[in-house]
């Protein structure tokens, strides 16, 4: 009976259109949704794990394996560059990403320095950005989803091909270009979601040391769980330490980080967990603005005003 009344929820869900969310579900709901929706309606679930091996190991029933960093290669000298819209497209479209259909994303690896969530906040970010509007983050990952003694397989699952929207979302991000122009307005904050170590340039990991000119720093796994880096905080448990930092709804926040990986964590959780409304992410990031060398960098710590 339970279950006949969830179908039929989800089905009002559907007819009203109310299914168009971004945001993060519970293992329990997203298997519910997999188990009971109609096969022209059940979720495209993605496993973002760049180890294609754990794919093979386990994964959630009906999850196709897009690998995060198959969406980024090397542009004009500069590693992991986001691809051309065209390709990117393309490789949404192979992986049944659709205009139609919910969206469960995860990833695994529960313990720091594993940070694998970044990966499925990534292709979030890259679903939004091409205009997909039903978008779940799998909260806790695939160790929370094995926890709440759920099914894996290790059967493949592909999806037919999907259909993008025609309208893009491109304004989530930001150029360099743009970023130069804007860090200094007002109420604008820029934000490094690196740990402090690389925000101060005490890394052995990059081109140049330091942070740009201007930012604050504000490591995205201080918006997670401890005992699993997949397990988004409530925004209760850390609204004390956003206001804190500066981090308030009534700013225009510019989010980066190394890669775009830790930036896209960051502006998930404060865009779509948070719901603050003017959130972007500077996707060259570091490993962009530190070639760029007639761009200043600062290795000194500052606060936003």
């Keep these: ?12 869900m559907v007819s009203t259109g109310a299914q168009g969310e971004i945001g993060v579900i519970s293992p329990i709901e ?14 495209i679930v993605l496993d ?15 999850a196709h394996h897009i690998n995060f960093d198959t969406l980024r290669g090397t542009d004009h000298g500069v590693p992991v560059q986001y691809l051309p819209d065209d390709l990117t497209r393309a490789l949404l479209v192979r992986a049944g990403v659709d205009r139609e259909r919910t969206h469960l994303i995860y990833a695994t690896g529960d313990k720091l320095p594993n940070d694998e969530i970044l990966s499925a ?26 926890q709440a003694n759920l099914p894996v397989t290790q059967e493949y699952f592909g999806n037919p091909p999907g259909t993008l929207p025609e309208q893009a979302h491109l304004k989530i991000g930001i150029s360099i270009e743009e970023l130069l122009e804007r860090k200094t307005q007002p109420k604008v904050v820029l934000v490094d979601a690196r740990p402090q170590n690389e925000y101060l ?55 980066y980080c190394g890669t775009s990986r830790e930036g896209s ?25 530190a070639s760029l060398k007639q761009h200043p960098a600062e290795t000194t710590a500052n606060k936003a005003p």
């Design 265 to 289: 964590l960051l502006r998930f959780y404060l865009r779509h967990v948070a719901g603050y409304p003017n959130v972007r992410l500077y996707e060259g990031s570091w490993k962009e603005y």
């Design 48 to 62: 973002t794990r760049g180890g294609y091996k754990d794919y093979f190991r386990a994964h959630i029933p009906t």
């Design 201 to 255: 340039g005490n890394d052995d990991v990059w081109l140049r040391k330091g942070h740009i000119p201007g930012a604050i720093s504000f490591h995205w796994a201080r918006l997670m769980g401890t005992e699993n880096t997949h397990q988004f905080l409530r925004k209760e448990q850390v609204q004390a330490e956003l206001e804190a930092a500066g981090l308030t709804a009534d700013k225009e926040i510019i989010v």
């Design 121 to 146: 906040s990534m292709v979030a970010y890259v679903l939004e950005k091409f205009g997909v509007t039903d978008i779940r983050i799998v909260d806790g990952g695939l160790p929370g989803w094995k």
């Design 30 to 43: 997203a298997s519910r949704l997999i188990e009971t929706m109609p096969p022209a309606k059940k979720p």
């Design 1 to 12: 009976m339970k279950k006949n009344l969830f179908f039929a929820t989800l089905l009002l």
